[in-house]
């Protein structure tokens, strides 16, 4: 009976992981959605291609080696069995693998518009091979960083869902990658000031947001990494509570301050938003109060707007605003983990963030610079005025008849 018992848990959380897994991989039509309404029309076609291509490179590259370097399990997955102790191996990489593919995604987006198709997809195998394997070895695979210190057992860092580890280091490589490439052609003015270039399509952005929203509670839920039991259920439902309750905040903070700055509400500053505030209670759904929970986003959300304004400032191009909602709006979801969990400390978390930002900043910044070195990394002016869809991909989102 006892055995039977422990059989039936095992199917359960295996079953739930699964499921789980396939509401992360909806966000990959999430991020599809919300960047092919936030380029210009004559890019979607490419972004979308970016978008699929991305996540088939990050699949098979961790199923070559990036999931053995995180956690082990052989080259090619060789020394992965069906079974685990208390679920599935194969579910384990499975809901692994998503995680990996929504952090490049981060990249694809802010990156949008004149970086070249085939440049994105070499540094998409080598993220997903490398750089994001390594990282997370140091976290949630509980190795030393390069042998030195360990943030898990030296200093305890805590990143329940992956603020830091997944949407941080994502947006980090996002941010090597637009400081190489540049601003858009025409996007500043002689003067130094941005131009808009408004998006093709917001229902589609605003729809890709929903998306999103839907899966992160997967990817928060999921982290559990269990719900066959009483105590493990009660955690999935608080986790999808204050998950929830985090993006409303960071969607009406948004609002609010869009609207006082700026005398008007502002769309995708909301879209920004509810994404900060999802991003923003990542690393610690597990412990907050709704209430704490919904000032967490709240927070998220004023950053957002205030992250925008600074990339602004700095003539920093981030086409989506990827770099506010998931590298400011984690690094805050991050540090505030202690105000919440008695495990952790804000000493340690800034270690977790500084250790995991400058690991990925840098070693995305070399492969940049190499990739620009060799195949190139911007399309030309002229293909830049053409447009993405007919340069790179021969396919056109939008055709214009007469």
């Known amino acids: 009976m006892e055995n039977q018992i422990l059989e039936l848990q095992y199917a359960l959380d295996t079953f739930y992981f699964l499921v789980m897994g396939a509401l992360v991989m909806w966000m990959a039509a999430g991020f599809s959605m919300l960047e092919a309404g936030l380029v210009r029309s004559k890019n979607t076609a490419e972004i979308l291609t970016k978008n699929i291509g991305l996540f088939a490179i990050a699949c098979t590259m961790y199923m070559v080696y990036g999931y053995d370097l995180m956690y082990g399990g052989g080259f090619l997955l060789d020394g992965i069995s069906g079974e685990g102790e208390t679920y599935s191996n194969a579910a384990d990489f499975y809901f692994q693998v998503v995680f990996v593919a929504t952090a490049m995604s ?169 994404l900060a505030g999802l991003v923003a209670i990542t690393a610690g759904p597990d412990t907050p109060t709704a209430l704490v929970a919904t000032l967490i986003g709240a927070v998220g959300g004023l950053i957002v707007v205030y992250g925008t304004k600074l990339l602004f400032s700095l003539k920093i191009d981030d086409v989506v605003g990827a770099i506010p909602a998931h590298l400011f709006a984690g690094i805050w979801g991050t540090l505030i983990v202690p105000a919440t969990n008695s495990g952790a400390n804000f000493s340690t978390q800034l270690i977790g963030v500084l250790s995991v930002n400058i690991f990925v900043f840098i070693v995305a910044y070399i492969v940049f610079s190499a990739i620009k070195a060799t195949i190139g990394l911007r399309l030309s002016k002229e293909g830049e005025t053409k447009g993405t869809d007919v340069t790179e991909t021969g396919v056109i989102a939008y055709a214009i008849r007469d």
Request: charged share 10%; net charge neutral; no cysteine.
């Open 106 to 274: 981060i990249v694809s987006g802010a990156v949008a518009e004149r970086m070249k198709l085939f440049s994105f997809f070499v540094f998409a195998a080598i993220f997903t091979t490398i750089i994001y394997p390594m990282e997370g070895l140091w976290t949630w695979g509980g190795a030393s960083v390069f042998g030195i210190y360990s943030l898990g057992d030296d200093f305890g860092f805590l990143d329940f869902a992956g603020s830091g580890i997944v949407h941080m280091a994502g947006a980090a490589a996002a941010l090597a990658g637009v400081l190489i490439l540049g601003p858009r052609k025409g996007k500043y003015d002689k003067d130094g000031n941005s131009k808009p270039m408004l998006g093709a399509n917001l229902p589609l952005a605003t729809l890709g947001t929903f998306i999103l929203w839907m899966g992160w509670f997967g990817f928060n839920g999921g982290s559990v990494l269990a719900m066959a039991s009483k105590e493990s259920a009660d955690a999935v439902a608080m986790v999808f509570l204050n998950t929830n309750a985090a993006a409303a905040g960071g969607v009406i903070a948004s609002l609010l301050l869009a609207k006082a700055w700026f005398g008007k509400a502002d769309l995708t500053m909301a879209l920004n938003g509810a």
